[in-house]
């Protein structure tokens, strides 16, 4: 919990991809170099999470005053259980690549659900594995 001036509340981190329009960022948003591209305080717009995005921002810290921005995050996005055979053709696939890095980091997540999906649908197409 954070308190400025008065006014208390409290920051929950948001990927980019759970950001909704009238979120409110709690800190400056920059990019990977520093460049501010959203002051803290200002209403969030469709146009700013298309800046964020091209700008390579993967995730902000909003206010949050009752704690439901986390709560409705969580409860539309679960996170998938995804089997360790799918885990490790995706680590293959960006074995020369540095995971801690938030950009590859979301496209080794992206990979992970993609893998996921197929499996799903080769079990439907061709029944549960044995």
């Known amino acids: ?3 400025v001036g008065l006014k208390s509340f409290k920051m929950t ?5 759970d950001l ?3 979120m409110v960022p709690a ?5 990977r170099m ?3 591209i959203l002051g803290a305080g200002k209403r969030i717009t469709p146009r700013h999470i298309q800046n964020f995005k091209a700008w390579g921002v993967t995730e902000i810290e909003v206010e949050d005053p009752q704690g439901v921005a986390a709560a409705q995050i969580s409860l539309n996005n679960p996170v998938p259980q ?3 055979s799918c885990r490790q053709e995706a680590k293959e696939l960006f074995r020369y690549t540095d995971l801690r890095h ?6 080794f997540e992206l990979c992970l659900l993609r ?6 649908e080769k079990e439907e197409r061709d029944g549960p594995r044995s």
């Not at 981190?13 to 991809?17: A, E, L, M, Y």
């Not at 893998?115 to 799903?120: F, I, N």
């Open 1 to 3: 919990m954070e308190t």
């Open 13 to 17: 981190t948001v990927r980019i991809k």
């Open 20 to 22: 909704k329009e009238g």
């Open 27 to 31: 800190k400056e948003v920059r990019d």
């Open 34 to 36: 520093g460049r501010l």
């Open 82 to 84: 995804v089997p360790e």
């Open 102 to 107: 938030p950009a590859i980091s979301e496209l």
């Open 115 to 120: 893998k996921l999906e197929a499996l799903k």
